[in-house]
């Protein structure tokens, strides 16, 4: 099993998955994952999956759980750098990833996180605004 | 079909099911498959593989490199004795599932191969067989 | 056929070649049916004579009759492989390439008629002839080959060229479809759009259907496909060129298109792309609207 590091880059964290996963190594980084997104206080989780080159229902699920998990923590998730013939595949499979933003590449997955923390706040303040007449 | 290499190996944990992604991976490149004919493959594999440990304690993937000289495929036979699918019709149909899982396994592997066949009964075990062909859609 | 018949056989034509290659030479380059214009005299004379070394070879070292499969008649069949092969990409008919073959069995009878006595010349003449046609069917075959690998490339050549992928802007792609399409072709397209996805970095990918005369469930399925994957890649698919005999069809299917964006035609779908990646048209001032409004400015 090996231990897939997490960074933290302002508000949000990334983590690059660059090994093919064996289960085990799937449920660790998602309870990793839940663990640095409340220990941070992250708004955001990026997961770059460049360079995966198979993506089955297990990690499939596993994307979709930690997106449902973060979401709970009011934390979003993209998911980045999907391969070509892994989405033609995912497509085939019939798996949708509900609940997982996606994005082109770690720096349009970071601009998605920053738009959406944005709009956030606006909601917040609007909200606000209309609690306080 | 004229088999031009066969090999076996045992599936019984879930740490196993990276090796057999990495089998299918060598010998889908080997068969100069294109990049989505293997992640095709390789992907149903993973399904079927995971399937067996999940629900048929474990088996056996053989796989068989195929050409007669004018098509190139490979097969994967996925073997187990556990306690065979008792509704074979409702297992393929999507979203079923026994488990708590997404339930795409048979319906998922068998929209990913241009051949699938599957022989089980309860008490008898579960043999799925899936073929890829070099240059089918 | 004894042993000693085909190193018989092999001898008289090995003491002989000379004068087999020269005649048989000769009597294609007479042959109305061979395409002078096609083929150089001296090309043709190399093949004859490595074509004949080759046959002696294969006798002399016991391939017998076993033609098509033994392993001492490889390097006849190579040799052939390789002349049929280029005879059918130079445009011969599968006849004029088998005539090569068949072209040498006169020369060969002739020299068996002088040089070998009568009880074994029907012998040998048989095994000389089962030898030639079986080498002469094979050339057929191989050809048939050859010209299938010519049509398979092609229709591969065909395929990538009527799928182009075209960047309207930095960030947006369009791929016009023109003509039928099959699941082969749907599936090239997808990638190759997929892939034109990745490389440009393009958030938009607009799917051009103008061209396309029949959109049936299959197809219909197939775009959806595209469109779903190219979303969980990141990027965001239209459909432009949707006619309205299309719509009627995609509603009479009921094939469920509610949540991709339609264009009736490219440039709305090109607007609309411009709109989502946050850019705006807008038209230039001319000299003239400048200087009046500086001139208000300044009151």
Redesign the interface.
Known sequence: MQSIPILKMGSFLLVSIQVDMDDRTAMSLQDDLTSAIVKHRAKGVLIDISSLDVVDSFIGRMLANTAAMARILDADTVVVGMQPSVAITLVELGLSLKGVRSALNVERGMELLQSIARQNLAEADEADAGHEK | MPVTKSDSISVRS??E??GV??LV?RWAVELGLS??E???I??AA??LA?NMIDYGGGGTMTAEALDDGIRKGLRLIFEDHGPGIPDLQAALR?GFTTGG??G??L??AK??SNEFDVKSAPGEGTRVTIVRWKGA? | MAESQWAVLAGVVREHSDEVAREWVRLQQNDLTLRNNLLRAGELEQQCREFLAALVNALQNGGGADVLRSETWAPVRELLSGISRSRARQGFTPTETAMFVFSLKKPVFDLLRREVNGEQLADISWAATTVLDALGLYTTETYQRGREEIIARQQQELLELSTPVVQLWHGVLALPLIGTLDSARTQVVMESLLQAVVETGSQIAIIDITGVPVVDTLVAQHLLKTVAAARLMGADCIISGIRPQIAQTIVHLGVEINDVITKATLADAFAIALTRIGLHVTRKNNPQQQQRRSETAAE
Request: no cysteine; net charge positive; aromatic share 0%.
């Open positions: 879930a740490g099911v990276v992604r990495h991976r990049l989505v293997q992640t095709k390789v992907t993973s399904e995971r999507d899982g997404m795409l396994g319906g998922g929209r990913l859609s």
